[in-house]
């Protein structure tokens, strides 16, 4: 069952403190994106990567860092640098040169 | 500066009419348009999509129009189905090779029985 899978779907975290969203996919798809959404807002891309080990910052990349070290996992790093962090985060993917992207559940990640 | 609009930030329609929503845009280079349906707290669902060389693309109840001379995209959903309450994204991709995909802010859809 092929899909893209994120966890936890809920995250709390205290301010100060870096945490890492996961990303896996199964689709065997070349690119990977992270988007952030907010309320009353549209999706922003924070990074993406079209292959394995490269990867360009989106356009609200500041305080987030990612890692592709495998095709199927893309793992966010939300930092104790990013100002906002409280948002619903979701990650994508698809074939290089095909313009729909896939998306996975999203994770809330609330920082208190 | 937003290059992709979606004015209106609700619609509500009755079941078995037409839902019609609208989107813009402004960058001249977007030659790939989609459609994306989201129900709170999940991620988004791909709809429908277009190329800038077509002006129409059916899919079932679902009808992208797209005027380029306008700069102006439409979807037609016919009939509208309770189910089809959501937040739709418009969303366009720059030619080029980037594949980024910029959004709408998105149009929360209600059709009441």
């Known amino acids: 069952d092929g899909g893209i899978t994120q966890s936890p779907k809920y995250l709390f975290r205290k301010e100060g403190q870096n945490v890492t969203l996961s990303c896996e996919q199964n689709?065997?798809?070349?690119?990977m994106y992270w988007y952030r959404q907010d309320p009353g807002q549209g999706l922003r891309l924070i990074y993406y990567?079209?292959?394995?080990?490269d990867f360009q910052k989106g356009d609200i990349a500041e305080g987030y860092s990612v890692s592709r070290e495998k095709k199927e996992s893309f793992p966010l790093t939300v930092t104790s640098a990013q100002k906002n962090p409280t948002a619903f985060y979701l990650c994508?993917?698809?074939?290089w040169g095909y313009g729909e992207q896939y998306f996975g559940p999203g994770t809330r990640l609330t920082v208190t | 500066d937003q290059q992709v609009k979606q004015n209106s930030p609700s619609l509500s329609v009755q079941e078995g009419r037409i839902s019609i929503l609208n989107c813009d845009y402004t960058n001249s280079m977007f030659d790939y348009f989609l459609w994306y349906k989201k129900y709170p707290a999940e991620g988004p669902t791909f709809l429908i999509s277009i190329s800038s060389i077509k002006d129409k693309n059916e899919d079932g109840r679902f009808t992208v129009f797209l005027n380029k001379s306008a700069k102006h995209l439409s979807l037609h959903i016919v009939p509208s189905q309770p189910g089809d309450s959501a937040v739709y994204f418009c969303?366009?991709?720059?030619?080029?090779?980037?594949?980024?995909?910029?959004f709408g802010k998105g149009t929360k859809l209600t059709v009441n029985p």
């Open positions: 990567s079209q292959i394995v080990n």
């Open positions: 994508a993917s698809s074939m």
């Open positions: 969303a366009a991709r720059e030619q080029g090779g980037s594949e980024k995909l910029v």
């Open positions: 689709l065997n798809h070349d690119a």
